[in-house]
């Protein structure tokens, strides 16, 4: 008898989706009490959207969970993309230096995603305000430290441990800083649950896509929010963490000053799909009273959890 090539296909169609969505089957009263706690229905809808990226995208592929569940179309992304490139010309976006060129996917990304699509604030209701003080942890060239300053905040510790980016950081901190009144800090130092030396992957093609590895091909240095802060007695009023999936660690590290200072936050869920219900159930149990709101800033990544009191 024949094979029956579409039944066949649909098979292992039907078999890798029901494995895709089952720890979403497995964890949906986490997931939909998130759900339940985001402030309008436009995050809610988002939420929703994201899951079935995370979903689709590990199943078939990015273009298919673009098409069908992504908020952006490649085009809609593309015209962020001039809008980024003509107020890149008209001097509204502050040039950074990074050692790649400015038509390097990386640079187009950041530009883009920081300085158009604001992918750390959400509609003003979270975001930078005048004065603050803000941890910037994953700080890669510096670009989003610039962005905060320009909303008007008055000093930035940026937590960056990739050698590759890190020196970029100090020279445009050495660039944009007041001499006698600084107010970038470049921290060679990732953030962690405990005071270690860790393995990181370097890659030298996407550096800020790098992070904690087992077979990492560098050793660095890695602190805690919560000791670095009572060591240094800064008070943080907002945290942004994009740490390539090492943010539910970094807030493991971090209980402390989120109970403490319920500082408005920006972190990032996109690296894992757990962390979709886990990070934000673990800042809810720090903080029961914040409110909670969420979207995405680029076509494949960026989904940004957004919190204050």
């Keep these: 008898m024949p094979i029956d090539v579409f039944s066949r296909i649909r098979q292992v169609a039907d078999t890798q989706l029901a494995l895709a969505i089952h720890p979403l089957l497995e964890h949906a009263d986490e997931w939909e009490q998130v759900e339940d706690w985001l402030e309008d229905e436009e995050s809610r809808d988002a939420y929703r959207k994201e899951l079935a990226f995370g979903v689709l995208s590990r ?20 015209a962020s993309v001039r809008r980024m490139r003509e107020a890149l010309e008209r001097g509204e976006i502050p040039v950074f230096e990074s050692g790649l060129p400015d038509d390097h996917r990386q640079m187009i990304h950041s530009r883009t995603a920081d300085f158009i699509l604001n992918q750390y604030d959400y509609k003003g209701i979270v975001g930078i305000r005048q004065g603050d003080v803000f941890l910037d942890c994953g700080a890669c060239f510096g670009e989003t430290a610039l962005w905060a300053r320009m909303r008007g905040a008055a000093r930035v510790y940026s937590f960056e441990p990739n050698p590759e980016t890190w020196g970029w950081l100090e020279k445009n901190a050495a660039r944009y800083n007041n001499p006698e009144h600084p107010w970038l800090f470049p921290l ?8 270690e030396f860790l393995p990181f992957m370097q890659n030298p093609d996407h550096p800020g896509g790098c992070g904690f590895a087992g077979n990492g091909n560098i050793q ?4 805690t929010l919560d000791r ?4 240094n007695r800064v008070v943080p009023d907002f945290i942004k963490m994009d740490l390539e999936g090492a943010e539910g660690v970094a807030l493991l590290g971090a209980e402390d000053i989120f109970k403490t200072y319920k500082p408005r936050f920006a972190v990032c869920l996109y ?3 757990e962390d979709m219900w886990m990070l934000p159930r673990l800042l809810k149990a720090y903080v029961p009273e914040y409110r909670l709101w969420c ?3 680029a076509v494949l990544s960026e989904f940004v959890l957004y919190g204050s009191i």
Excluded: I
């Design 59 to 78: 199943t078939f592929g990015v273009d298919v969970a673009v098409k069908y569940a992504g908020p952006f179309s490649w085009n809609s992304w593309e």
């Design 188 to 195: 060679q130092l990732a953030v962690g649950d405990k005071e």
């Design 220 to 223: 660095v240095p890695v602190t």
């Design 228 to 231: 670095w802060c009572e060591q």
């Design 271 to 273: 690296h894992r799909l």
């Design 295 to 297: 979207k995405k800033s």
